[in-house]
């Protein structure tokens, strides 16, 4: 068994180069709920995605619910970001490239009181979307009788994000969050054997909450610690399919639509550790450190397991006043270099991916609102073992709106 799915993994990979341009999203969709996304909302996809320790005074900080705290008072977040990705895959024989354009987010917040602050947001999760036709594969190991597989898969899930922190001293806050996850994917497939077709066409619909509790400790006014523990989690599946054989003699229906169980999908726990230091109040230097211990879950694909993940983000920014009248004064720039190791083996190969990264906050008024603007370039997988090697440039645009709320005007 173990031998045919290192065949599959291959022939997938291979055929890949064929159909490439059917690929919305990457090769490695094909796993568990297909690539994990990672939204990162106002400038922290220029810091390497750092940011867990960083204050949610201009912006809302996804990665830490305790930093809401740090929202002014009366002050509304709105905030909205798109991602454009050019992508090139390449192997030992080919190299393609296809462009594709993503929705990343939308999110409110605003302070409850003087100690505590709420959020929400919605954002994709994760992406599972591949086409492949005509996969030539054995049907027994070494065999010289073959039947082809053509794919079809679609689909992934939606992150609906609740946050809400509380002030408990200056310089300790606490955040809660649930991330209610839930869609579907689909997988459509046919096994052509001689002048036999069999169809089997299955939808898997996913529901799941993960909580998330996470804390910032202001140790002193330019350096801030902060912590994320976001909890093992089973997102639960209900399986969905039909399978049809079509044949010289006609159309023989086996199932149809018929509700079977399948494997829930489980998620680690998830541990992240961030530093947030400012030098004069110009320039900052945050890090963060996260563990994901997919080992822990037992979990494995057809074709490649799960494994304990790492991930190093780095980023520094610089600004040289916020209250400047001279506008490129009020210009944040910012730098920053991520390394994920990566949760898949495929072949004994870690899938890892890096990249670095640049990007500006551009104010568009003297409160918080900004048109955050990053550019990142990285590296995923590698060409060995007939593995693909995915390079990509990303363009992400957050736009952050501010307004004052709750305030009653003044009569002269």
Not at 43 to 68: V, W
Request: glycine letters at 8%.
């Amino acid at each position: 068994m173990k031998k045919s799915a290192s065949f599959l993994v291959l022939a997938f990979f291979a055929s890949f180069w064929c159909y490439s341009q059917s690929i919305a999203t990457s090769p490695y969709s094909l796993y568990g709920l297909g690539s994990l996304y990672e939204s990162n909302f106002g400038l922290t996809s220029a810091l390497g995605t750092a940011g867990i320790a960083l204050p949610s005074d201009d912006f809302i900080n996804n990665k830490n619910a305790a930093s809401l705290i740090n929202i002014p008072a009366n002050n509304f977040f709105f905030e909205i970001g798109g991602t454009g990705i050019q992508s090139s895959f390449e192997s030992n024989l080919k190299k393609e490239n296809r462009n594709n354009f993503q929705f990343s987010h939308f999110a409110f917040a605003f302070p409850i009181t003087k100690k505590s602050a709420f959020s929400i947001a919605m954002m994709p999760y994760s992406s599972s979307s591949f086409k492949i036709y005509g996969l030539k594969i054995p049907i027994i190991d070494g065999s010289n009788e073959y039947y082809y597989l053509d794919v079809l898969g679609t689909g992934g899930l939606n992150n609906l994000d609740l946050a809400y922190a509380y002030k408990l001293s200056n310089k300790l806050s606490l955040g809660f969050s649930a991330s209610v996850l839930f869609g579907n994917t689909t997988d459509e497939r046919s096994y052509t054997i001689g002048n036999s077709i069999t169809n089997i066409d299955k939808k898997i619909s996913y529901g799941g909450i993960r909580p998330v509790l996470s804390s910032q400790f202001k140790m002193s006014p330019s350096l801030t610690f902060g912590l994320n523990v976001k909890s093992p989690t089973r997102v639960n599946a209900t399986k969905t399919q039909s399978v049809a054989i079509v044949s010289d003699s006609g159309t023989a229906n086996l199932e149809t639509d018929e509700l079977s169980n399948t494997d829930d999908f489980y998620l680690p726990l998830d541990i992240g550790f961030g530093v947030n230091k400012s030098f004069k109040n110009k320039f900052n230097v945050t890090f963060d450190y996260e563990k994901s211990f997919w080992d822990a879950t037992n979990q494995s694909d057809m074709y490649g397991e799960f494994s304990d993940q790492e991930k190093f983000s780095l980023g520094f920014s610089y600004l040289k006043t916020k209250t400047s009248r001279n506008y490129f004064d009020r210009i944040k720039f910012a730098a920053g270099a991520h390394y994920d190791t990566g949760y898949l083996v495929v072949n004994n190969n870690k899938i890892d991916d890096k990249n670095f990264s640049i990007g500006a906050s551009l104010p568009l008024d003297h409160l918080s609102s900004a048109l955050f603007i990053s550019y990142t370039y990285g590296t995923k997988g590698q060409i060995t073992n007939s593995l693909i090697q995915e390079n990509y440039h990303k363009l992400t645009l957050n736009l952050n709106l501010d307004g004052i709320w709750f305030v009653r005007k003044k009569m002269d």
